[in-house]
Structures are given as structure tokens and as C-alpha cells.
């Protein structure tokens, strides 16, 4: 998170813009992508062993997720090319942001690029709509809600993007996301029954309950939930794409054991939905991760934020797993459970909620401010930016093996 600054007044009173330095690009640091391949192995190694070892998925299933992985991989290269060049276009226009825990060190004082989540969700976009040519046919039923999904991604990249440069406040932040989930609201068709849990059967005597329009209201909010919750949690180098990443790598395993262990082609298509949609978002988040992790050389701004929360709600909504996808976001549900009191009002709000950086050790204090990140500091004592970190998301794979495991205990979260 960085404090921004555009313009600055000229003496003839129009809006005057500030002269970036000379080779923009050139003061991006390297991508780091050793840590990039790290997140990759540890993610791919047992993704790819569920799909060619675990479970016997049929051929033409498996060559379409195959398909989307490689144009995938051809979107990560794309982002991962793009990203200097528009850093130096932000910076023209003066989009750009101080590292504030890095203050009264040499990097505090640095101008790291805002808002290249435009990059990643432009290309995910390409990405995406080029995958059609390859599974989709015209006639195909699943047509309209892959456009429907895309179109609301679209909006709420649109929307995102108006936010880093409006700098809009919070009450019309919750309202964006409701605006940007109508096509996928409107196109949507799937059920709208949710399964009991197992152990609360007995008490509600249903074991599927039928919830109607309220459940497209629910999935209204969902989307509402999921691009705010990855918007708040933040604050330090590479946390925003981090958890992005990780809860990415969870849902691609998960639908990969659903897949596996059904019978029903409608459920697996579902899944395998979920799947043509998540490939692109992890890879073309990786890209932005090898210039956003610690120390950034870029700031992904609340147009990633909300591009990653609206395509993951979406996953979850299209892929008919919404429920599980909130197990998913249990540190983002913790996180926004801390901020109520002063989200509301309650408790005063700063306008930048981050822990205390000590420049002469590096370390970072927790602040009595309701965030995870410094409760967790709180808890843990006083650590680095990147070790609070792997930290935070090793916390979040911790809680995202819950629902995986379960399902390749029983093959059914709930069941």
C-alpha cells in the first residue's frame, strides 16, 4: 500500500504534471521469478499428479483444461512483458504511490508504479476470450454464462481502474461490485439449492434447501464480500496477489477432485468451468507477483483487488461451489470481522490501517488497528515486511486445505 500523488498545481492555476524520471522502466527491479517458480512447484506438482494420476478424467475434459493452461501460460509471459512497459505510462501521468513501511529508508522515497492490475485483468480478459475459439460453440449452453462472467470481470476492471484514479470513498466502494455482478446475475441459470451440511440434517430436516431469489441475492453479495474482503486485507509487499494466488491454487485442486470423483457431466462441466477461468487468473497473477513481491517494484491498486475478487466470486458461483468458496476466504472473513468496528465507524478509521515501521531495525510493530496483519504482529511480535508475509499466507493455505481435504476424504464438501 502506497500513499498517491498525481498532480500538482501550476502557477496559471491548470492541473500541472509532475516530470517522471527519465527511463521509467528501467527502475523497475528485476522479476524475481525464482520466488514465482517456488509458488509454481509447490502448486503444480500436485495439480498436475490429480490430473494425470489420481483420477481417470476423460480425454476430451482433460485436453481442454490442457488447452487453457497453455494459453495460460502464454498470458503469464504476455503480463510479465507488459507490466514494465505500462509502469512507465502510469508514471507519466503520475499514478504512482510511496512504499509508506519503508519510510525513512532509501526505498521510501522511491515512486513505485500504481495500479498494474489493469495489466493482469486486460490480459486475462484476451486470454479468456480467446479460449472460446478452442472449447466453446456456438450453440453451447455454457456460452452465455462465460460471456455473462467475463462481461462482469470487465466492469468491475473498469470500475477498479475509476477508484485508483477517483479515489472514491468507501460507501460507494461496497456499492461497485453489486453494479458490476448484474450480467452475471441476469444471465445466470444454474440451481439456486444449497446442500446441508451432514451433521445439521437432522435438525433442519432437509438435506437440500431450495432458497430461490434469495440466493441470487446472496451470490449479489458474495460479490460484494470477495472484492472488498481481498481490497482490506493488504498492506504490505505482495499480500494482495499472494492470497490471490494461494486461494487460486486452492480452488484449481479443488474443482480437479470434484471433477475426479463425479459421475454427473453437467457437475463436471461446472467444475471444469470454474477451471477454464481460474488458469488464467493464477497465471497471469503470478506475472504481477515477480514485480510485487518484497521489495515491489510496482503497486497492484484496487483495480487488482477488485478484478481478483469478482473472478473468483464468479468461479464460485458458475462452478456451483459458493458455499465452499467462503472456507476458502476464512482469513479474509476473519479480517473483515476486525475492521467492522471502525469499517463502521464505531472505533476512528485512519485512512492507512498499517503497522509502525521501525527504519533503523526494518521491523514492523503492530498498531491497535482492527486488520489481521497486526493482530498479527501483535501475536507474533515484531517482524519484517516479507516474513509477515509467508506469514500471513501460510496461514492462508493452512486454511484452505480444510475444504481440500475433504473432499478427498469423502469427494463432496458436505456429503
Not at 498545481?9 to 517522471?20: L, N, Q, Y
Not at 496483519?373 to 492462508?396: A, D, P, Y
Request: neutral net charge; glycine residues 6%.
Amino acid at each position: 500500500m502506497g500513499s498517491r500523488r498525481r498532480v500538482v498545481s501550476a502557477d496559471d492555476g491548470r492541473p500541472k504534471f509532475e516530470t517522471p524520471q527519465a527511463d521509467a522502466a528501467a527502475q523497475l527491479r528485476p522479476a524475481k521469478f525464482s520466488t514465482i517458480l517456488i509458488f509454481f512447484a509447490l502448486f503444480s506438482i500436485p495439480y498436475f499428479y490429480l490430473i494425470f494420476s489420481t483420477y481417470n478424467i476423460e480425454y476430451q475434459l482433460k485436453k481442454s483444461i490442457l488447452i487453457n493452461a497453455f494459453v495460460s501460460f502464454l498470458g503469464f509471459c504476455i503480463t510479465t512483458f507488459m507490466i514494465p512497459v505500462a509502469s512507465k505510462y502510469v508514471l507519466r501521468r503520475n499514478l504512482f504511490g510511496y512504499d509508506i513501511n519503508k519510510k525513512g529508508t532509501p526505498d521510501g522515497s522511491i515512486k513505485v508504479p500504481e495500479s498494474l492490475g489493469i495489466v493482469v485483468g486486460i490480459v486475462f480478459l484476451v486470454v479468456a476470450i480467446l479460449f472460446q475459439y478452442f472449447n466453446f460453440t456456438a450453440d453451447s449452453n455454457w456460452l452465455v454464462e462465460y460471456n455473462a462472467a467475463l462481461a462482469s470481470i470487465c466492469f468491475m476492471i473498469l470500475l477498479g481502474f475509476v477508484d485508483d484514479v477517483l479515489d472514491v470513498p468507501w460507501r460507494v466502494k461496497l456499492v461497485l461490485p453489486s453494479i458490476a455482478a448484474l450480467p452475471l446475475l441476469m444471465a445466470y441459470a444454474g440451481h439456486t439449492t444449497i446442500v446441508i451440511p451432514k451433521p445439521l440434517v437432522p435438525y433442519i430436516g432437509l438435506e437440500i434447501l431450495d432458497l430461490g431469489w434469495i440466493y441470487k441475492l446472496y451470490m449479489g453479495l458474495l460479490a460484494v464480500f470477495c472484492t472488498n474482503s481481498i481490497n482490506i486485507h493488504a498492506g504490505i509487499n505482495g499480500l494482495e496477489v499472494g492470497q490471490t494466488v494461494v486461494i487460486a491454487c486452492a480452488i484449481l485442486i479443488h474443482n480437479v477432485m470434484q471433477i475426479g470423483t463425479a459421475n454427473d457431466p453437467e457437475y463436471k462441466q461446472a467444475h471444469a468451468f470454474s477451471i477454464y477461468l481460474g488458469q488464467p487468473l493464477l497465471a497471469t497473477s503470478l506475472a504481477l507477483l515477480s514485480y510485487n513481491w518484497y521489495p515491489s517494484s510496482v503497486f497492484v491498486g484496487d483495480t487488482y483487488t477488485y478484478f481478483a475478487g469478482m473472478t473468483m466470486a464468479v468461479i464460485g458461483i458458475l462452478g456451483h461451489f459458493s458455499e465452499t468458496l467462503l472456507i476458502f476466504f476464512t482469513p479474509q472473513v476473519l479480517n473483515f470481522l476486525l475492521s467492522l468496528p471502525q469499517l463502521a465507524g464505531i472505533i476512528p478509521c485512519p485512512r492507512h490501517r498499517l503497522p509502525r515501521f521501525d527504519p533503523e531495525t526494518g521491523l514492523l510493530t503492530g498498531t491497535s488497528d482492527g486488520t489481521l496483519v497486526n493482530v498479527f504482529l501483535r501475536q507474533f511480535g515484531r517482524k519484517s515486511e516479507k516474513s509477515l508475509c509467508l506469514l500471513l499466507l501460510v496461514f492462508q493455505v493452512h486454511s484452505n486445505q480444510v475444504p481440500c481435504i475433504k473432499s478427498i476424504n469423502t469427494g463432496s464438501l458436505f456429503y
